[in-house]
């Protein structure tokens, strides 16, 4: 990919971030928005190495030096296009993946020249495809005649309901809560993932055909209606057990759990 060594010239340079003066007034994400020209810049700086260890340190195996590829010559839709064969949520691993631990971490130029910013260049993909028009493709022409209930709207039940109807498979997804995304929503502050990424997400699920049943708590009796009525059930029903610290003090006066403290606020920024 980079025959004259661009990342000896090329730092890795991250988008500018919102001045304290403006964060300790709103709520929103604090990165600003990179333009193409500094992304196929950024993009350039890959190695393209022939065992590339971004690729084997993520955990979905996304192929990142393809899209990095596609991105660095401009081909904004078909690298949306590939990020989507590994990833039903590029846009937003792009913005809370750990990815210095995970991909950028394993990145060959971390040694000396520092990593390709791969998190930003994920999430500028997705981000500028969505903004165009570009959507992800149905894999079938029809609907099958099965229909999968989903439990749980969160990352886990979003990526099972996107992989089944975009293969034909209806599917209805319940969930207590009145948006979906669960901790995605509910767990991550507003400047780290703002809530209209979620809610655009929801548009294209719902586009595709995906039915969302929402402040809808499953008790034993709604599941044996569920039960008779779908052909398979998949439960994702997230992780909202937080590990509570061994320190003295927790159940003092004025001590609030973090996660129900996030919930809480999310529920406030958004009613």
């Known amino acids: 990919m980079s025959s004259n060594f661009e990342f000896i010239d090329i730092k890795r340079i991250e988008p500018e971030t919102k001045s304290i003066k403006v964060r300790k007034i709103e ?31 993520c955990p979905l195996h996304n192929y990142i030096p393809d899209w990095l590829k ?3 010559v401009g081909s904004i839709h078909e690298a949306a296009d590939l ?3 590994t990833n039903s949520f590029p846009e937003i691993c792009g913005r809370i993946c750990p990815q210095e ?15 390709v910013t791969i998190g930003q260049i994920e999430k500028y993909i997705t981000d500028k495809a969505l903004s165009e028009g ?7 022409e029809s609907y099958s005649k099965k229909t999968v209930s989903i439990i749980g709207a969160g990352p886990a039940g979003l990526a099972c309901a996107e992989n089944l109807i975009r293969r034909g498979v209806r599917c209805i997804v ?8 669960g901790l995605l929503t509910y767990g991550i502050p507003e ?55 061994n320190i003295n003090g927790l159940s003092k006066d004025g001590v609030v759990e973090a996660l129900p403290y996030l919930i809480k606020n999310t529920e406030y920024l958004m009613s």
């Open 27 to 57: 709520f929103g994400e604090i990165y600003q928005t990179q333009n193409l020209e500094s992304v196929k810049e950024q993009s350039s700086r890959c190695l393209d190495c022939g065992n590339p260890y971004c690729e084997w340190k």
């Open 70 to 72: 596609l991105a660095q």
């Open 83 to 85: 990020c989507h064969e």
């Open 101 to 115: 631990k995970l991909c950028e971490g394993a990145c060959t130029l971390n040694t000396g020249y520092e990593a």
């Open 134 to 140: 570009w959507k992800p493709k149905k894999l079938v």
């Open 174 to 181: 319940y969930d207590r809560y009145s948006q979906i995304g």
């Open 191 to 245: 400047f780290k993932l703002e809530k209209n990424i979620v809610i655009k997400r929801r548009e294209i699920l719902e586009e595709l055909g995906v039915e969302f049943v929402l402040n809808f708590e499953v008790d034993e009796k709604r599941m044996n209606e569920i039960e008779k009525n779908s052909d398979a059930i998949f439960l994702g029903l997230g992780t909202y057990e937080s590990i509570k610290g």
